[in-house]
């Protein structure tokens, strides 16, 4: 039997049965490994027993390359020499890189993590170039190998410690996707970072629990701990909702649905609270699909939704009727408290009392009729906000929101102890997915205001539940500088924001205020929403050398683990380099599949199997996502792009302009005879023409981003999810202009 590894025999077979008895190793490409002669193999580092976990997935004893330093146990050293590691010495870097061609020239297989050290985020932080230096050298190829699953193990740095948490008590199922191999002269950190997402993106797919049920696995969470607090609704008078209550009423509400509601698809119209989680919940334990409709986007849009979803039955409430009169109520349209009522009437609700709090919790989720595996099946429907065109309703499946779901866990902005603030509109993917799916999911408590635009009832529920975690659009987030006193944030530990471009004015103005810095985060409906997110900085221990970063100022964060992305040209659609600006595509587990009914807009969705997100953007060199805007918000005048978003910012900050009740100024780009388009300025404030021209220039900016069009508005039209209601902000700008740049 040909030896696996470099130890000396006896090590080698106890390190290999301690590694199969923890670890459940699955290998994807491991053809790919040449089978013979000399290359570099390149891997993220997640833990320190990536090593091993290589080692048992690659067929070929492995040489590894390693950073001796300060901090590090002290058995490391012999271990080093016992595995013939190639070390890097402090100051003395040359030797281990002159052993390493070496070895390479001899036809064996050095393993580098170009990372330079474990990450600390659980992300792909920046690379090296050390690698492509020894693959010149030694003229062997190099070899991409992904690592997924280790993240959250004892051995890495989740929650910001090693070693000391609690240990899994199954084999952890790991995946190792090794890439085709990189020739020499190939070889760079662009192919690289870009081989290391893609294979990581393949490795996350195959996660066992993606192809379960999410239903089952939320049924499965809340039996867990019965007594649990999962929901503080302060809609009105106060009420806590424990775990067992939500499953019990959701339970009994699900079977009377089962009989009573039409079709495969349920409407949900009601704002967040105990009320919409019990309605979800059960129509998801019915073996329906929940579809929260946007009650603020119009009835002719309601309609059109409605009928493409097949909707007949919608569940809300009496005062949320009262609100919306123009809703298109269909005749299937139930009330959410007399059908609650109506099914827990009687003794038939104390079975199942019973049982949530004495079955184990698969047999409580058995006893609902949820299936083991949900997987690509839709398990919910969303229809995006139209900010720029027609609503369309997105098809998002067990795998998507069971993906985001693990993708957010497993990053330290929402942890399972963090009491979070659920406002945002259920409607939104934002709200469906962060604040409804995801406590339930994974154990935190959600403390609910029904309306993100009731400011002063945020504040004081913040101050009163002691809330940690704050998530909203920067639409939302705006008029807390006013309207809320340092003193009732103060127990807020992390403030995200998210669903539209966070300026730099309103993050400074925040930490100003309130002494919280917003993180930044990037995603879309298709995404499920999260596709990338910045966070706190990592801690710097004994055991690590140097600083790592996890967020950036200007930056919407690194990618979420599982993704990948490509940048594209605007024009051609030829790829560029990641760290150019283009057209940001996305793949991944929790990237949807398609929109309801196909179409036209999903043929344009999707290039070659990538998810066109529509905005311009691009990587930096440690990894982190920049985003410029919409391509829909720039304007292509003279054969140049022009972003709308940079002269808003620019002017924002030229006139000082007070935008805590919603932007003030808003740039259009409209039909022009002579150079394709012009831009025009909307303005919720009195601005001279020449001014403007003046500013702007001095400012720096060329003078075709100057607007030559203005317009005066009393206020700039808003979506029910906060942001700028581009279609109709369109209409006033094609209009007759107030004035004419000079």
């Given at each position: 039997m040909p030896r696996r590894s470099h130890l000396p025999l006896p090590l080698e077979l106890i390190a290999g049965a301690l590694g199969k008895l923890l670890y459940r190793v699955r290998a994807l490409g491991a053809e790919n490994v040449p089978a013979s002669g000399g290359a570099v193999l390149v891997a993220n580092h997640l833990s320190y027993v990536d090593v091993v976990v290589l080692q048992l997935a690659c067929r070929r004893p492995l040489r590894f390359m390693a950073h001796e330093g300060?901090?590090?146990?002290?058995?490391?050293?012999?271990?080093?020499?016992?595995?013939?590691?190639?070390?890097?010495?402090?100051?003395?870097?040359i030797a281990g890189m002159r052993q390493a061609v070496k070895a390479l020239r001899a036809g064996e297989i050095v393993c580098v993590f170009p990372e330079g050290q474990i990450s600390r985020t659980g992300q792909l932080m920046g690379l090296r170039p050390g690698f492509a230096t020894l693959a010149r050298r030694a003229g062997v190829p190099v070899v991409p190998a992904a690592i997924d699953g280790l993240w959250g193990s004892v051995f890495s740095f989740a929650g910001n410690r090693y070693i000391w948490k609690s240990p899994r008590l199954t084999r952890t199922?790991?995946?190792?996707?090794?890439?085709?191999?990189?020739?020499?002269?190939?070889?760079?950190?662009?192919?690289?970072?870009?081989?290391?997402?893609?294979?990581?993106?393949?490795?996350?797919?195959?996660?066992?629990?993606?192809?379960?049920?999410?239903?089952?696995?939320?049924?499965?969470?809340?039996?867990?701990?019965?007594?649990?607090?999962?929901?503080?609704?302060?809609?009105?008078?106060?009420?806590?909702?424990?775990?067992?209550?939500?499953?019990?009423?959701s339970g009994a509400l699900s079977r009377r649905?089962?009989?009573?509601?039409?079709?495969?698809?349920?409407?949900?119209?009601?704002?967040?609270?105990?009320?919409?989680?019990?309605?979800?919940?059960?129509?998801?334990?019915?073996?329906?699909?929940?579809?929260?409709?946007?009650?603020?986007?119009?009835?002719?849009?309601?309609?059109?939704?409605?009928?493409?979803?097949?909707?007949?039955?919608?569940?809300?409430?009496?005062?949320?009727?009262?609100?919306?009169?123009?809703?298109?109520?269909?005749?299937?349209?139930?009330?959410?408290?007399?059908?609650?009522?109506?099914?827990?009437?009687?003794?038939?609700?104390?079975?199942?009392?019973?049982?949530?709090?004495?079955?184990?919790?698969?047999?409580?989720?058995?006893?609902?009729?949820?299936?083991?595996?949900?997987?690509?099946?839709?398990?919910?429907?969303?229809?995006?906000?139209?900010?720029?065109?027609?609503?369309?309703?997105?098809?998002?499946?067990?795998?998507?929101?069971?993906a985001n779901c693990a993708q957010i866990s497993s990053l330290s902005i929402l942890p399972r102890t963090c009491t979070l603030l659920g406002?945002?509109?259920?409607?939104?993917?934002?709200?469906?997915?962060?604040?409804?799916?995801?406590?339930?999911?994974?154990?935190?408590?959600?403390?609910?205001?029904?309306?993100?635009?009731?400011?002063?009832?945020?504040?004081?529920?913040?101050?009163?539940?002691?809330?940690?975690?704050?998530?909203?659009?920067?639409?939302?987030?705006?008029?807390?500088?006013?309207?809320?006193?340092?003193?009732?944030?103060?127990?807020?530990?992390?403030?995200?924001?998210?669903?539209?471009?966070?300026?730099?004015?309103?993050?400074?103005?925040?930490?100003?205020?309130?002494?919280?810095?917003?993180?930044?985060?990037?995603?879309?409906?298709?995404?499920?929403?999260?596709?990338?997110?910045?966070?706190?900085?990592?801690?710097?221990?004994?055991?690590?050398?140097?600083?790592?970063?996890?967020?950036?100022?200007?930056?919407?964060?690194?990618?979420?683990?599982?993704?990948t992305a490509r940048i594209v040209d605007p024009e051609s659609g030829a790829n560029l380099p990641l760290t150019a600006r283009g057209v940001v595509c996305l793949r991944g587990t929790n990237v949807f599949s398609g929109y309801l009914g196909g179409g036209a807009a999903e043929d344009a969705a999707f290039r070659d199997g990538w998810f066109v997100t529509g905005d311009i953007g691009g990587f930096d060199d440690d990894g982190f996502l920049h985003i410029e805007g919409r391509l829909s918000r720039f304007s292509k005048i003279g054969g140049e792009m022009v972003p709308h978003g940079r002269i808003e910012e620019k002017l924002a900050e030229a006139f000082a302009l007070d935008q805590s009740e919603g932007p003030a100024v808003l740039v259009i780009g409209v039909p022009d005879a002579e150079k394709g388009e012009a831009l025009v300025l909307l303005s919720t404030v009195d601005l001279d023409p020449a001014a403007v021209r003046q500013e702007l220039a001095r400012a720096g900016l060329p003078n075709i981003w100057i607007p030559k069009r203005f317009r005066r508005v009393d206020k700039l039209p808003l979506l029910g999810s906060g942001k700028v209601d581009l279609r109709a902000c369109r209409d006033i700008a094609a209009g007759p202009s107030n004035g004419e740049a000079v």
């Open positions: 300060p901090g590090q146990p002290r058995f490391f050293p012999l271990l080093f020499r016992l595995a013939r590691v190639i070390s890097l010495a402090p100051g003395r870097p199922a790991v995946c190792v996707a090794f890439g085709r191999p990189i020739p020499p002269g190939g070889a760079d950190r662009e192919s690289a970072r870009r081989a290391l997402l893609d294979l990581g993106a393949e490795a996350f797919g195959e996660r066992p629990v993606l192809r379960r049920h999410f239903g089952r696995e939320v049924v499965r969470e809340l039996a867990k701990r019965p007594g649990r607090r999962v929901i503080v609704d302060c809609t009105a008078a106060r009420r806590e909702i424990s775990a067992a209550q939500l499953l019990v009423v649905l089962r009989r009573t509601a039409e079709g495969g698809r349920v409407g949900i119209v009601l704002p967040p609270g105990a009320g919409a989680f019990i309605a979800n919940l059960a129509v998801i334990c019915a073996g329906k699909v929940p579809v929260n409709l946007n009650f603020t986007s119009g009835r002719v849009a309601l309609e059109a939704s409605m009928a493409a979803a097949g909707i007949r039955t919608v569940l809300t409430a009496e005062a949320v009727r009262e609100r919306v009169p123009d809703f298109p109520w269909p005749a299937g349209t139930l009330d959410i408290r007399a059908e609650i009522g109506a099914a827990m009437k009687g003794r038939a609700i104390l079975p199942w009392l019973l049982a949530v709090w004495l079955l184990p919790n698969q047999w409580v989720a058995g006893l609902l009729g949820l299936p083991r595996i949900g997987d690509r099946a839709e398990a919910a429907l969303l229809f995006t906000s139209g900010s720029s065109g027609d609503p369309k309703g997105v098809v998002l499946t067990h795998r998507n929101i069971l406002c945002l509109p259920l409607f939104h993917s934002f709200g469906f997915t962060v604040t409804l799916c995801y406590p339930l999911m994974r154990g935190c408590t959600l403390v609910t205001v029904p309306s993100p635009l009731d400011t002063r009832k945020i504040a004081e529920t913040i101050a009163a539940e002691q809330v940690t975690v704050l998530v909203g659009a920067p639409t939302f987030l705006r008029p807390l500088l006013r309207r809320a006193k340092r003193a009732e944030l103060r127990s807020l530990e992390l403030v995200v924001a998210g669903a539209e471009r966070l300026t730099e004015e309103l993050q400074q103005d925040f930490l100003e205020a309130f002494h919280i810095e917003i993180l930044q985060g990037y995603g879309l409906t298709e995404t499920a929403p999260v596709a990338s997110v910045n966070q706190p900085n990592p801690p710097t221990t004994t055991a690590t050398a140097g600083r790592q970063e996890g967020k950036r100022r200007g930056a919407v964060g690194r990618l979420m683990p599982g993704m």
